[in-house]
């Protein structure tokens, strides 16, 4: 991928750009096959390739500048005079062509409704991010802003028509009100200014609903075969029943809900459990329970684990306390999916009496030395 932003050192977020996609994934499936040697998987599937370009469906722009010239982007230092200047990251490479031609729109379009960002340094200013999502199946988009106060709501109000005249694919806008600065971009509070509340997807003709504050994949079309790739090997392994630990928008659950009698998806995330009801009422299946609840205290809370355990936890993995669990349940397969192969291999340590099977990654982040890795475990 010949990216400017790359080439001269603006942007960090694609280290491996430079590096062909060929290599890209020799180097990434090396290195998977060096962490995981003492693991012995006896099944080491092809990895799953992406498209180079075009591939993400979010955005999270920072906003910076001032209200006469905002930009979305990322700040650099001149070599030569050492000043701060914000560089526009809007016809980024990794974004479809009309995630790019919308993302540039709302820079201008910020500027003529008069919206300050905000200034990290100075404690001024009110609109902190654009969070951009695009569903691959309609093309359609959710956009929200991440605001410091309400203080600057009614101007969005007030040029929104605007917005949805130019770009009618828009079918979600909300203000998210964050009065802090902290490590998550979002606050609690999310106020929505259209009708829509979401947005839907579909992988495998299974429909996904996508709300504000649900996770979701960042790469639909690997994603998809994600999905695919779990509902197969559970289809082999044939459970009766199973658990879908850290579900978020449901995505497992429902791909598995045909080959299984009973499913049960956990989530902490409100939102991501209304998503994943919401899909399972669509599809008209009822083999479905979903609850917002702590994964590793639901399984705490139970005497025994169904025949089959799915994973899917956040980068820093499981953990310790729910690989006790598991090991003290021993269910007779489990699935973990990571996107942390670091923390995904620690854990394997960790669950003791297993085999791995099946071991497969998929090129979720192109450019990066960043995977998805999944593997199906066996109890010996």
Request: hydrophobic share 40%.
């Amino acid at each position: 991928m010949q990216c400017s932003f790359s080439l001269q050192g603006v942007c960090p977020s694609c280290p491996l750009a430079s590096t062909s996609y060929a290599q890209q994934i020799k180097q990434k499936d090396d290195a998977l096959r060096s962490l995981f040697s003492e693991h012995h998987p006896q099944q080491w599937l092809a990895p799953v390739e992406s498209a180079e370009t075009g591939y993400r469906n979010k955005a999270k722009m920072v906003v910076l500048g001032a209200a006469h010239e905002p930009c979305l982007g990322i700040q650099t230092q001149s070599a030569l005079d050492k000043t701060i200047k914000p560089v526009s990251l809007c016809r980024c490479a990794l974004y479809p062509a009309d995630m790019q031609d919308l993302l540039l729109y709302i820079e201008q379009w910020i500027r003529r409704a008069g919206i300050p960002p905000y200034n990290l340094v100075k404690k001024k200013g009110e609109l902190k991010f654009v969070l951009l999502t695009r569903s691959e199946n309609t093309g359609e988009f959710m956009l929200r802003f991440v605001m410091r106060s309400h203080t600057a709501i009614e101007r969005i109000e007030n040029n929104l028509a605007d917005l949805l005249a130019a770009f009618p694919a828009i079918k979600v806008v909300s203000v998210n009100i964050q009065p802090v600065h902290m490590a998550r971009l979002e606050g609690e509070e999310e106020i929505f200014l259209t009708d829509a509340h979401y947005l839907l997807e579909q992988f495998n003709h299974v429909p996904l609903v996508v709300r504000p504050k649900s996770f979701f994949q960042t790469n639909p079309k690997v994603a998809e075969r994600l999905y695919a790739t779990a509902k197969n090997w559970v289809s082999e392994v044939k459970p009766a029943s199973m658990w879908d630990l850290f579900c978020g928008v449901g995505g497992f659950a429902l791909h598995c809900a045909e080959e299984v009698e009973q499913v049960t998806g956990i989530e902490i995330e409100p939102e991501a459990i209304a998503s994943a009801k919401r899909s399972a009422e669509m599809m008209g299946v009822n083999n479905l329970d979903f609850a917002a609840l702590d994964s590793t205290s639901f399984t705490q809370s139970n005497e025994a684990a169904p025949e089959l355990v799915l994973v899917n936890p956040p980068r820093r993995g499981i953990g310790e306390a729910l690989c006790q669990q598991l090991n003290t349940f021993a269910p007779k397969h489990i699935i973990y999916s990571s996107c942390n192969p670091q923390t995904l291999e620690k854990d394997l340590t960790r669950l003791t009496g297993y085999k791995v099977m099946k071991f497969q990654w998929f090129d979720m982040f192109p450019h990066t030395d960043h995977v998805e890795a999944m593997v199906l475990l066996e109890r010996i």
